[in-house]
């Protein structure tokens, strides 16, 4: 099975779901709010290290949602060596990944359902910027694994999002499908992957041209409908 494949998706009758068909979805600001449970999980980490005087607010993980480790390591901890920053950073998410399965994030109302709802219909996915493992905890700390076919991170492949995005649509064989995400970031990794992009409004930033917006997870099956069927 390939880097980040998860069980096949199967209907009553053993037929594959949406095989040419897909949705891919971000994580943060898409599926799930994490940030306070995130800055909680590093703030236990980096009272190991009392000389580099942070503390780590959830603003902070809102203002760096959707970047890469070592692009927030950067951004916390600029005083710190390459090296060193990396040491810390991957401690941090190490730690907020086991951190997470029991202080989960706060899924988006309706997430679940509307999950299952379209798992019937398409194929789902998840692809992300974040580290190995995490989007397997949103999986399981919020039983949603039987719902997403495939998923893929930085963290896994050392590529951008954009690649990954590309990835995942390949090796799936989609034909028809869109990203859903909740940053310009987003919108131009999907570009880059070459497909739509529909912005998820309620999540923590912007879009210029998506093809797209929702308000709500609601408002999900309807325009998928609308673009995929």
């Not at 190991?48 to 902070?60: E, K, N, S």
């Not at 798992?119 to 692809?127: A, D, E, F, M, N």
């Amino acid at each position: 099975m390939v880097s980040g494949a998860m069980p096949v998706n199967m209907n009553g009758k053993g037929m594959v779901v949406g095989m040419n068909k897909g949705i891919l979805f971000d994580v943060d600001g898409t599926l799930w709010d994490s940030a306070a449970q995130v800055a909680e999980s590093w703030n236990e980490v980096l009272a190991r290290y009392p000389h580099l005087g942070v503390r780590i607010t959830a603003q902070d993980m809102y203002d760096n949602m959707g970047k890469t480790m070592m692009d927030i390591g950067k951004t916390l901890f600029p005083g710190l060596a390459q090296e060193e920053c990396r040491k810390v950073m991957e401690e941090c998410m190490t730690y907020e990944n086991h951190y997470l399965l029991t202080h989960p994030g706060v899924l988006y109302p309706e997430a679940g359902e509307i999950m299952a709802r379209l798992s019937r219909q398409y194929g789902l996915y998840i692809v992300s910027n974040c580290q190995s493992g995490y989007i397997e905890v949103l999986l399981k700390s919020c039983s949603l694994r039987e719902y997403v076919r495939d998923i893929e991170c930085y963290g896994n492949t050392g590529l951008p999002k954009g690649d990954n995005i590309r990835m995942v649509v390949r090796r799936n064989h989609l034909e028809r499908c869109f990203y859903v995400g909740d940053t310009h970031m987003d919108e131009e990794a999907a570009g880059v992957a070459g497909i739509p992009f529909v912005h998820a409004s309620y999540g923590f930033g912007r879009a210029e041209r998506p093809v797209g917006t929702i308000e709500s997870l609601s408002r999900l099956p309807a325009l998928a409908k609308k673009l995929l069927d």
